[in-house]
């Protein structure tokens, strides 16, 4: 079992900075890659970032793609998200993934990923 707990949501103006953190336990955290998804309300649960188990090969949807840095710790068991230049499209539940069956190849589709966090609402203000 992985427990994975998101921190660090909040309220926003459009424009500026905001940093996500999911702390995991219960297994090697270096077993697995991580995610960041994400679900505004009334849409489906969307691709944001994903980060291979030693840290490399990041990924990002377009739509984030020079505004956002997904990173890890694997010292700390924790995954980050740095959310920069955010827009008010961004408003969503960010739920944090974990992947322990991809090995190298690092899944971009919600179905792919066996833990997931219980989320933290990130609010952009125009």
């Known amino acids: 079992q992985v427990q994975l707990v998101e921190s660090g949501g909040g309220l926003v103006q459009a424009g500026g900075s905001l940093r996500i953190s999911c702390a995991a336990s219960?297994?090697?955290?270096?077993?697995?890659?991580m995610a960041w998804f994400r679900q505004a309300l009334g849409k489906e649960r969307e691709f944001v970032a994903a980060?291979?188990?030693?840290?490399?090969?990041?990924y990002y949807a377009d739509s984030v793609k020079g505004r956002f840095t997904i990173s890890r710790d694997n010292a700390k068991n924790t995954v980050s998200l740095q959310m920069n230049s955010l827009k008010p499209e961004d408003t969503a539940v960010y739920y944090c993934?974990?992947?322990?069956?991809?090995?190298?190849?690092?899944?971009?589709?919600?179905?792919?990923?066996?833990?997931w966090g219980q989320g933290t609402q990130v609010t952009v203000s125009s």
């Open positions: 993934a974990a992947d322990l069956t991809s090995g190298w190849r690092v899944p971009l589709q919600a179905y792919e990923y066996d833990y």
């Open positions: 219960g297994r090697t955290f270096t077993n697995y890659n």
């Open positions: 980060i291979n188990w030693s840290g490399g090969s990041p």
